[in-house]
């Protein structure tokens, strides 16, 4: 199968790419920084290159050129969107779409994309049951509202066109690089393996952690 992951050198994309690569997948990355591709663990067998998701003309003419089965979007902004809302707007919702409208034009199978647990809210909106996902949205941040929108749009491109789109909810990622987005837990870790007094900012915030690894099985 040829797959095209867009968002190809963050976190997760490296080892996703890996997995497929592995289970013997045709893949291309896309990404703004392709260079990164070979620090990231990029396999050298998938070629990544180089585009702006948030233009709509990069993804358009990277998804024609690879002419993908599926599409993977893995671009998105975490954390930093408080300090910068436009920027991280055009990624989670423009680039979003993009990868959506790209992928009806050129009659791609399927696209999967990086939704998130953000868009439930706190559990104390759902006592202690189990959440899932047929439960109202009740995320406030702004992260949280740009993938409540990414889900109202993937809904309509089903609604309207048909497409076969599937969204994950990912937890708090966490791995062994983890430098950008929600680092507190990672800090949390690494200050108790190291013997430092550990800081809880609030004791009322819940993080549900899952390793890189397995959250990168569950894109593949």
């Known amino acids: ?17 890996r997995k497929l690569v592995a289970r013997g997948e045709s893949v291309v990355g896309m ?33 024609l050129d690879v002419k993908p089965e599926r599409l993977i979007n893995l671009a998105y902004g975490l954390g930093a969107g408080e300090g910068n809302p436009h920027q991280v707007m055009r990624l989670d919702i423009l680039g979003m779409d993009n990868c959506f409208e790209a992928a009806r034009l050129a009659g791609v199978k399927r696209v999967v994309y990086a939704s998130s647990i953000a868009v439930s809210g706190q559990q104390s ?10 439960d109202p949205v009740h995320g406030t941040s702004q992260y949280a509202m740009h993938k409540i929108f990414n ?23 966490t791995g ?19 013997g430092r007094p550990v800081h809880l900012p609030n004791k009322a915030m819940m993080r549900l952690l899952i390793h890189v690894e397995d959250i990168a099985e569950v894109f593949a």
Do not use: C
Not at 125 to 134: A, I, Q, S, T
């Open 31 to 63: 990404d703004l920084n392709p260079g990164a591709a070979t620090f990231a663990g990029v396999p050298v067998g998938a070629p990544v290159v180089r585009g702006d998701v948030t233009q709509f003309e990069d993804v358009m003419r990277t998804v």
């Open 1 to 17: 199968m040829s797959i095209l992951v867009v968002g190809a050198t963050g976190f997760i994309g490296p080892r996703l790419i």
């Open 176 to 194: 062994p690089d983890k430098v950008r987005g929600s680092v507190d837990h990672v800090q949390i870790m690494v200050d108790a393996a190291r």
């Open 125 to 134: 909106h759902f006592g202690d049951r189990l959440v899932n996902e047929d």
């Open 151 to 173: 889900e109202f749009q993937a809904r309509k491109y089903i609604k309207n066109y048909g497409m076969s789109i599937v969204g994950v909810r990912p937890a708090n990622v």
